[in-house]
């Protein structure tokens, strides 16, 4: 058992200093004051005087086993390390499969997020990758949502972007359409995430799909909104329209020049124009490779995602742009939680799981972090790290 005291706690809503009463992997109790000095049962106690508690992140865009590859397969990208994670406060993954849906499997992702399990942190994935017809591990969606309880959607289907299979619309509501089924019928998300591209098509296939179908607009999670000016205009509207969308952190500077739109900045810009927090999440597209095409779609070059990158932005966001802290840091907890469906995530309440970020006061630097009731990272050492690490 561990008891956390005097620690300010965002839940992501403030309740103030609390104390938490975390028993294996659970959150028991949070209360203004609990004494338990007079307990017969062993207690770790952890003294969160100068720090603000927050959920633990969840980064739901992440290729767990790499990605990349458009540059032949030098450029491959290598497979997360959990102590990126870890010291980058997340303690939930999603997984995904991008351009490279045919050496990258379901198969090794679905071992690389037991396998993360297994090390400390929680961990899903979408089943697919950019291209349509999407590669199952069964015979149909359905079957991969409804019998694999680590599949909780389809994705990343990527659309108006070079890269993808180019789907009809017809084929892409035929997979939101398998994929509410699958997710109705086993009590998950079953959300579609869609990669967007550089295409002045924008999010227009979804748009349209929505108008004439009865599929609602929350059955799609499409990301990378802020990847230009134009896509993220785009994005202000379908989110006023009640639809998700998801910013991604990871970048270079070449790529913010030519009009990618930093995420602290974009957070507050949609903010102002009337759309929803609860609309909004950040995702880090971790491990994945970070291509520079030129006009003609030749690469010209390439950098790694990196799930640290996350919490960099919230923070920014919170320090330059002026956010409150229980609204910036729900991109990353209670809204990612709430989209996928995620049972006992995004918050800290009773009964939730014991996932936690120490926060510094001064800093917002993290300084220490709890995965499933554990200590994994403390006073800026990490205490776990993975098998091979």
């Known amino acids: 058992m561990i008891l956390i005291k005097n620690g300010e706690v965002y839940s992501p809503a403030s309740l103030g200093k609390n104390d938490i009463l975390i028993s294996n992997d659970k959150i028991e109790f949070v209360h203004k004051e609990i004494d338990l000095h007079s307990s017969s049962v062993p207690i770790q106690i952890v003294d969160a005087t100068n720090y603000y508690i927050v959920p633990g992140f969840i980064d739901s865009h992440v290729h767990l086993i790499g990605g990349g590859g458009e540059g032949g397969f030098k450029t491959r990208t290598p497979e997360l390390l959990l102590s990126d994670c870890i010291k980058g406060g997340i303690t939930t993954v999603i997984g995904v499969i991008g351009t490279d849906g045919t050496t990258r499997t379901m198969t090794s992702l679905l071992a690389k997020c037991r396998a993360l399990e297994e090390e400390g942190i929680t961990s899903f994935v979408y089943t697919g990758s950019y291209q349509t017809p999407v590669k199952t591990l ?14 909780i959607g ?13 789907p009809t619309k017809q084929e892409l509501a035929r997979i939101a359409a398998n994929a509410r089924n699958g ?16 295409s002045k098509a924008m999010l227009s296939m979804i748009e349209e799909i929505v108008e004439e179908t009865e599929l609602p607009i929350t059955q799609f999670y499409p990301t990378h909104i802020n990847r230009n000016g134009y896509l993220f205009e785009a994005g202000i509207n379908y989110a006023k329209k009640g639809g998700y969308v998801d910013f991604t952190t990871s970048t270079i500077p070449h790529f913010i020049d030519n009009g990618e739109v930093k995420c602290s900045i974009g957070l507050k810009r949609m903010l102002e124009s009337g759309v929803n927090i609860e609309q909004i999440t950040f995702t880090s597209d971790g491990q994945g490779s970070l ?10 070059g390439m950098k ?4 640290s990158s996350l919490y960099a932005e919230v923070k920014d966001a919170i320090l330059n742009e002026g956010i409150a802290i229980d609204e910036a840091i729900k991109v990353i907890t209670s809204n990612p939680a709430k989209i996928l469906k995620l049972q006992n995530k995004g918050q800290i309440k009773n009964g939730y799981d014991a996932d936690l970020v120490f926060l510094n006061k001064k800093t917002l630097e993290i300084e220490s972090v709890i995965s499933k009731g554990k200590i994994m990272y403390q006073l800026g050492k990490t205490l776990v790290k993975g098998t091979f690490e």
């Open 154 to 166: 389809v994705g990343e289907i990527a659309i108006s972007d070079h890269r993808s299979s180019q």
């Open 304 to 307: 790694v995602g990196r799930v």
């Open 138 to 151: 069964f015979s149909k969606i359905e079957e991969d949502i409804i019998l694999i309880d680590k599949i």
């Open 183 to 198: 997710g109705l019928l086993s009590g998950k998300s079953g959300v579609v995430n869609i990669h967007i591209g550089d």
């Open 291 to 300: 291509p520079d095409f030129d006009e003609n779609g030749e690469l010209r």
